[in-house]
């Protein structure tokens, strides 16, 4: 319904007046959204049971559209837009550093078959993190509930993936002298990867009642990654050793990364303390998406510096016999 403050729509022909619609930014203003014919937006109490996963976005919702409309949406400004086209500009930028990596910041740095290997594999990890979750939000809209559960398994799968992408390099270049705890904390870590998709096909993993479990069972994954860090320090003679004084600032610069980040998403902050003011710009998930771009891309820049760092030092003593 247009509301008495919208700005005059002056000379837009009749057609595209009929399929304007109206949104709130800010509270303050609104603003005219032409809208592709039979997309319209919705308010929460609009939507189906299936969709309402968060009271504080009031409006701005899509919803019982087919694949194509779904697809043509990503041209829309909704309440999930920004999630969107978030996680589209972050493969584009994981698409490009896998890019520069092949072709200019692997060869100058001399890297051998491994390098190649745990970079290709870290990056593409990411890249299929963010498609899963474009993929999530473009269809999250499918007049389906069959259909929005499979995006949404999907959504999960990405991220057990993204994880993964940051643990390979991670591991590979904290224990690079030490074959034995390398191949430990890399086959721990699949496996763990391996049991959160087993448990993703349980039929009640996906539902509201089980949030609480899969916040748990990510949040586990993810800090595990302190018991290998420790070990790292602890193998590499502590804080006073060169390796250690380097790297351990960038571990736990990525870990308050992620823990603000899963702050954000699990709290509902800000919209809980701002309900309907920050439907389209500014929510939580928003804030969720760009933090977790930020973090793949700090853990990317770490793992190129600790590798420049494992190619100026060869493995020496003991530890080399290993690798
Ligand atoms: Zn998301």
């Not at 592709?36 to 308010?43: E, V």
Request: aromatic share 16%; glycine share 6%.
């Amino acid at each position: 319904m247009p509301s008495p403050f919208c700005p005059p729509l002056l000379k837009m022909p009749q057609k595209l007046l009929n399929t304007a619609h109206y949104i709130e930014l800010g509270s303050y203003q609104h603003w005219p959204v032409l809208l592709p014919q039979r997309i319209r937006l919705y308010t929460y109490e609009q939507i189906p049971l299936f969709l309402k996963e968060n009271p504080y976005i009031t409006d701005g919702y899509r919803a019982h559209l087919p694949s194509r409309l779904c697809l043509k949406s990503i041209c829309i400004l909704s309440n999930e837009t920004v999630n969107i086209w978030s996680h589209l500009l972050g493969f584009l930028l994981f698409f490009s550093l896998g890019v520069s990596d092949l072709s200019s910041v692997l060869p100058d740095a001399g890297a051998n078959r491994k390098d190649y290997i745990i970079y290709a594999i870290g990056l593409f990890c990411f890249q299929v993190c963010m498609l899963c979750s474009v993929g999530y939000h473009l269809f999250s809209c499918h007049r389906s509930e069959k259909t929005c559960r499979r995006w949404l398994a999907l959504d999960y799968a990405g991220i057990s993936v993204g994880i993964l992408g940051c643990y390979v390099p991670g591991i590979f270049y904290a224990f690079y002298c030490n074959a034995f705890w390398r191949q430990v904390y890399l086959l721990t870590v699949l496996s763990l990867i391996l049991a959160v998709f087993c448990a993703q096909i349980h039929p009640r993993y996906l539902s509201n009642d089980w949030k609480v479990i899969r916040m748990t069972i990510f949040s586990g994954v993810a800090g595990i990654g302190v018991i290998p860090a420790c070990h790292w320090v602890w193998l590499s003679e502590g804080f006073t050793s060169e390796i250690v004084q380097l790297f351990f600032p960038r571990v736990i610069v990525m870990y308050l990364i992620a823990g603000s980040a899963f702050l954000f998403y699990a709290t509902k902050i800000p919209e809980r303390y701002f309900p309907g003011q920050v439907n389209y710009v500014g929510a939580s998930h928003q804030v969720w998406h760009v933090l977790v771009v930020l973090m793949f891309y700090w853990w990317h820049q770490t793992a190129v510096h600790i590798m420049h760092f494992r190619h100026s030092r060869p493995c020496l003593g003991l530890s080399s016999s290993f690798t």
